[in-house]
């Protein structure tokens, strides 16, 4: 039987949070851009 | 303990406006005549868009509640297993999209590249497999989303069961793959912030420190209602088993999708396509399931959570969880939750079936002269007929046990694969090896199940050999197989629709490169 000590088990409960949170910031920023130029080209398009 | 039933149809009515909108207004905007536009939004999208409709996409029902699952049976490894299990396989998918596109620039589904590789009747048995493995998924998202709109609303299961499916039918029904692209970036949106708010409560709520002494509890005391000596165990092989039978269910459900190719074709370059999806998968989604099942599944362990007592049998472990530590709040964000996972999930399937319907059933098999126009407008009302095909399914389905189905198509959809990715590396691997390769894979996969007698390792064993079966078996026969397939054939395909290329690699003329081994 192996029991992972406290301090891995928290590491294990907390990282997978910041590991998501980084991974979803770069796809959020990503997707704000391109929907700003997206909606500027549809400006352009429409003046 | 529900939340009130007016509360649940306000969301629904809220999403539903939403989605529909953001549909119509991107119909509007990039219009949806033509079928490459409808079925693989005109191969321009960016980075962002593609990652976060990746991500949506793989988040099932089952991440979330699965996930929790797997936490509750296997411990602090399940959430892990459960992971690596779904995410590994894009690592296949991903090089195998970037092949298509280098060999195959033209093609629009992967139905076509098996028709030019292996023929016209393989391209059909191909297409069944397609259109199942949507129907299959799509059936599941629409049982989930109807439970949870029922036991936290009390809202009519058939009733949701219907709704839901054509609701996530309709807005592809309007805009194609491109509105589901935009509705993925809303709904991305929401699952993110549903996630990052409820999970961290529920985590503070139960406290690090008592998780860690609860689960200790379970894997030391003999007594305890769940023990298992590999709950604070991240390497338990009980769990590492687990993952081996998601990663074989998972490579079906992957390489069988239309939506998954159709998501890559619709990249602006190959280089968007390959950070997209690393980015979606890997950054993004992976965290999610160790996330529910640290949090919900480590958590049920903690309190000692008995399994079988009435209002978990009723409910499930993740809804039991919510709604224990967030009270009516934690079913409604549950609830949203779910939503969106379901609605995305089927959403991109159907994108993915409105592409094979339009492209392969319907110019290729049941009208040779149609036009453009005709093919979107088939696509199109096709999908609303599948919607409500899929709701009817999921009525029949209700409060029946969905195991018997998971376990039966991991082995069908496993089985189909090896030809599919050897074929676009190996010249030599003909119909005739692959023909005999499939059934070999099915049947030994079935054979296995019924043969073994052990439960835990049945499923396991059969789902190892529908997958590595057929590879084994091309593998071996390659050496004595004479003739060798031109691959320029391939590359200069040309598709019966306008289809235009805005990545210069993928337009190169074909010299030497595109050919395997």
């Known amino acids: ?47 | 303990m529900t939340a009130s039933p007016l509360t649940g149809w306000l969301l629904l009515v809220l999403f539903g406006i939403a989605l529909v909108v953001i549909s119509s207004l991107v119909a509007r905007r990039f219009g949806t005549q033509d079928v490459d536009e409808l079925v693989v939004a005109g191969r321009s999208l960016p980075f962002g868009l593609i990652s976060a409709s990746v991500f949506v996409a793989w988040v099932w029902t089952t991440t979330l509640l699965g996930a929790a699952e797997a936490g509750f049976w296997f411990g602090i490894s399940g959430g892990l297993n459960y992971a690596w299990g779904a995410a590994i396989p894009f690592f296949i998918f991903i090089p195998l999209a970037l092949r298509m596109r280098r060999v195959m620039p033209r093609t629009t589904t992967f139905v076509e590249y098996i028709r030019e590789r292996f023929g016209d009747t393989f391209a059909k048995v191909y297409m069944v497999f397609g259109i199942l493995l949507v129907a299959y998924v799509c059936v599941e998202q629409s049982v989930g989303m109807a439970y949870t709109m029922q036991y936290s609303f009390g809202l009519n299961y058939k009733l949701m069961a219907v709704l839901l499916s054509l609701m996530f039918a309709s807005f592809i029904a309007i805009a194609g793959l491109r509105g589901s692209v935009y509705n993925s970036v809303f709904q991305f949106m929401v699952i993110v912030a549903v996630v990052f708010v409820a999970m961290p409560l529920i985590l503070s709520k139960l406290g690090l420190a008592n998780i860690y002494e609860g689960m200790k509890q379970v894997a030391t005391d003999p007594n305890d209602v769940n023990h298992n000596p590999d709950a604070l165990d991240i390497f338990a092989p009980g769990g590492f088993r687990y993952g081996i039978v998601g990663f074989a269910v998972a490579v079906g459900q992957i390489i069988l999708s239309q939506g998954y190719y159709s998501a890559a074709l619709a990249a602006v370059n190959t280089r968007t396509l390959k950070w997209a999806y690393i980015i979606g998968t890997i950054f993004a989604w992976m965290p999610i399931p160790i996330i529910f099942g640290n949090v919900i599944g480590g958590g049920a362990l903690a309190i000692h959570l008995d399994i079988n007592a009435a209002e978990v049998v009723r409910t499930g472990i993740t809804p039991y969880m919510f709604s224990k530590y967030l009270g009516v709040s934690g079913l409604v964000m549950l609830a949203i939750l779910v939503l969106m996972a379901g609605l995305t999930t089927g959403g991109n399937g159907l994108a993915g079936l409105q592409a094979i319907f339009s492209v392969d059933l319907y110019k290729k098999y049941l009208r040779r002269d149609a036009t453009e126009r005709q093919q979107t407008f088939f696509g199109r009302w096709a999908v609303l007929v599948v919607g409500l095909l899929i709701g009817v399914g999921a009525v029949a389905l209700e409060g029946k046990s969905l195991l018997n189905i998971d376990i039966f198509s991991g082995i069908l959809f496993a089985a189909p694969c090896a030809p599919l990715v050897i074929g676009l590396y190996s010249k030599r691997l003909n119909t005739a090896l692959s023909a005999i390769s499939v059934p070999i894979g099915l049947v030994g996969g079935l054979i296995a199940y019924f043969a073994i007698d052990n439960p835990d390792w049945n499923f396991f064993i059969a789902n190892v050999i529908s997958l590595v079966g057929p590879a084994v078996v091309i593998l071996i026969g390659l050496p004595f197989i004479k003739g060798e397939f031109d691959f320029t054939r391939l590359k200069e395909y040309t598709s019966e629709h306008r289809v235009k290329l805005h990545d210069e690699t993928d337009a190169a003329p074909a010299a030497g490169g595109a050919g395997g081994e």
Request: charged content about 10%.
């Open chain 1, 1 to 47: 039987m192996t029991v992972l000590s406290q301090g891995l088990f928290n590491f294990w409960m907390v990282f997978p949070f910041v590991w998501g949170g980084i991974g979803v910031l770069i796809i959020l920023v990503a997707c704000i851009r391109e929907i700003v130029l997206t909606l500027r080209a549809n400006g352009r398009r429409g003046g």
